[in-house]
């Protein structure tokens, strides 16, 4: 089995030849069809030994394809199921970035009939990502701003902030209008707000837009931002959840959310996604690999 790894000792994806994995109780093998690329994979490859990881460890964090295997006491999905899920152990030996994998069953959820299986595989950690963060604002509703908001994450907050009630504002890169289909489109930050949701992660700038005793939401779990004027700070760590993930997809799958590919690339060609992906744009969409 060929699986994109991270090694100490290199600061390049290196594709390698692996042995499969068993697959215990409540797993699935899933033979994956595609995988989205993250900038963290690629910071990963370039800084392991930094971040105190084992000295060879699997990449990717979300994917798709097809369940092969059903472990012991796992009856959610059934041999031949087209799914799509998220590893988010970057400690383990084999992730998405792989041509299978053995994930938990309770990750997994099942691809909507019609929707391209390749596409799918860009939803579940930008999806989660939203939906979690979003839930860490509370039930108290009001002027919410999402900064990032032409990005895969962004798109995903504007459109569960509106459909959950908050009177939302997008903040984008000038020229990036075009790609916000939920809230009112801007690009100067200004205030003040009940909640910031910091997709691109611009930290005091967005802190200060938050009126006194508001609430903020960061995306860098390495990079909290201090609280100030009463403000409730948290950061949004993201965790797989199936469940959650099922009543999400069908947003992309009808349209309501844009799921962008900027483009796709053979998992033997691992390195030019990684590093065509890491200096690029978000807005551009997401980089897949197929194996």
């Excluded at 093998?29 to 699997?58: I, K, M, N, S």
């Excluded at 289909?181 to 910091?198: Q, R």
Aim: avoid cysteine; charge should be negative.
């Amino acid at each position: 089995m060929k699986a994109v790894i991270a090694r100490h000792g290199s600061d390049q994806p290196l594709v390698a030849d692996l042995d499969s994995q068993e697959v215990g109780a409540g797993q699935a093998r899933v033979a994956v069809a595609a995988a989205g690329f993250t900038y963290f994979d690629a910071y990963v490859a370039g800084h392991q030994e930094t971040l105190g990881l084992p000295e060879q460890v699997g990449l990717g964090f979300d994917f798709s394809g097809t369940v092969t295997q059903i472990g012991q006491g796992s009856s959610r999905f059934a041999v031949g199921d087209q799914v799509t899920g998220l590893h988010v152990d970057i400690t383990a030996p084999v992730r998405a970035h792989a041509e299978e994998l053995v994930i938990d069953a309770d990750a997994l959820a099942a691809v909507p009939d019609g929707f391209d299986l390749d596409v799918a595989a860009a939803v579940p950690l930008s999806a989660l990502t939203a939906h979690q963060a979003l839930g860490m604002l509370g039930p108290e509703r009001g002027r919410l701003l999402v900064t990032g908001a032409a990005g895969a994450v962004g798109g995903w907050l504007t459109e569960l902030a509106m459909r959950d009630g908050w009177d939302t504002t997008a903040l984008v890169r000038p020229g990036t209008e075009d790609l916000v289909t939920a809230g009112v489109a801007v690009t100067e930050l200004a205030g003040p707000f009940d909640a910031v949701l910091d997709a691109a992660a611009l930290h005091g700038p967005a802190l200060a837009a938050v009126r006194a005793g508001g609430r903020y939401v960061g995306f860098k779990p390495g990079q909290p931002q201090a609280p100030e004027r009463d403000i409730t700070v948290a950061t949004v760590q993201v965790e797989p959840d199936g469940q959650a993930l099922a009543a999400l997809l069908p947003l992309a799958a009808s349209g309501a959310v844009a799921v962008r590919i900027a483009g796709r690339v053979n998992l033997s060609d691992a390195a030019l996604a990684y590093s065509s992906g890491a200096v690029g744009s978000g807005s551009r969409g997401r980089w897949l690999l197929l194996p």
